[in-house]
């Protein structure tokens, strides 16, 4: 019986294909502040490509979090906090903590007030917890907010709620890309991918002459982005973004492409996205200098290669206090 499947190579390919291209383009991006009008096609080109990509990471979070659910259900809300929500949460604090801590001067200028200093602290809070201090972590936020509703969306599975748990995805996925539209960040086309994701793993097996039932959603959330924005610089995004994502579900339902799986070549895509713009906005924005595309890559690649081994080392006492409480609420 055919069903959709996504070979684990394939997948991990794409996220880091993507990853990379989006630094290239905030490369780029921050190259033009020092150097303005330099190399526009590569500029607009990966600008085209980074924005379609951000679709294939939406649609991995929560095809990917609706696999993990069907194949270990998190009953309570702190064990869906600890076991899927920090994953991608720890993370991003460690690595805005690092920066804080290095490049807090040239960020916020120093309290000479107890005003001046409550202010202080709440926005290094703010940065902290929320903003992270990059712009390119609006994802991270979103995809946050996209969490939440996907526990309310399980719990009310679970209870075969099917029509609530169904209006609550789609209404709190409305939500977050209505937020970021009013927003005018143009990337939040992508975010109707992550419920997409959902449903495409609850119905792996709905086949109809070929063709995927994700799709119809799918179509239904392009044509109602093009009603929305009705605005040609972002139909031109819109449209490349949702077909590449249609012929992908065509192939992978069809097909079953498979690539090697590379170990940690998923996992680094993850660390490229949370480094890189905070290199760009560094070295292009506070020192003023030019770097060249390779030393820009050498100095993501390092940075995102430390991010991992510290992260890991992080998640694994995380995860070992989580299996301790676990523990000891069994004990009791």
């Known amino acids: 019986m055919k069903e959709l499947s996504f070979n684990r ?26 150097v303005p009008d330099a190399f526009p096609i590569i500029f607009d080109v990966s600008g085209k490509i980074g924005s379609c990509g951000l679709g294939i ?36 604090l460690l690595v805005t903590s690092l920066w804080l801590l290095f490049f807090l ?15 202080f602290v709440g926005e290094i809070l703010s940065m902290l917890l ?16 996209l969490y939440f509703v996907f526990f309310v969306f399980v719990k009310l599975l679970r209870k075969n709620r099917l029509k609530s748990a169904w209006t609550v995805i789609v209404a709190g ?14 990337q939040s086309i992508a975010i109707p991918f992550f419920s997409i994701g959902v449903f495409a793993s609850c119905y792996k097996s709905k086949i109809w002459h070929g063709l995927h039932i994700s799709l119809l959603p799918m179509a239904a959330c392009l044509i109602g982005a093009l009603l929305l924005h009705n605005d040609p610089t972002i139909s031109e995004l819109l449209i490349p973004n949702y077909l590449f994502m249609m012929c992908l579900i065509f ?31 560094y070295v292009f924005g506070f020192l003023c200098r030019e770097i060249s595309i390779w030393q820009f890559a050498l100095l993501t ?6 991010l991992y081994f510290l992260r890991s080392k992080v998640m694994h006492y995380f995860e070992n206090w989580c299996n301790r409480q676990g523990n000891a609420k069994r004990i009791n």
């Open 57 to 92: 990471f939406f649609f991995f979070s929560g095809y990917g979090l609706m696999e993990s659910e069907r194949r270990k259900p998190l009953v309570t809300f702190g064990d869906f906090v600890k076991r899927r929500l920090m994953k991608i949460y720890i993370p991003v």
């Open 105 to 119: 001067p040239q960020l916020l200028p120093p309290p000479s007030s107890w005003t001046q200093a409550l202010k």
């Open 301 to 306: 690649l390092v940075l995102a290669g430390i």
């Open 130 to 145: 929320w903003k992270f201090s990059d712009a390119a972590l609006w994802f991270i936020r979103s995809l946050l907010q």
């Open 251 to 281: 192939v992978c339902t069809n097909f079953k492409p498979e690539l090697p799986t590379v170990p940690l070549l998923g996992a680094l895509s993850f660390d490229i996205y949370l480094v890189h713009n905070k290199i760009s906005d």
């Open 173 to 186: 996925t409305l939500l977050v890309y209505l937020i970021k539209c009013i927003s005018n960040e143009y």
């Open 9 to 34: 190579g394939l997948s991990d390919a794409l996220k880091i294909a993507v990853a990379l291209v989006v630094a290239v383009h905030h490369y780029y991006y921050g190259y033009r502040t020092v």
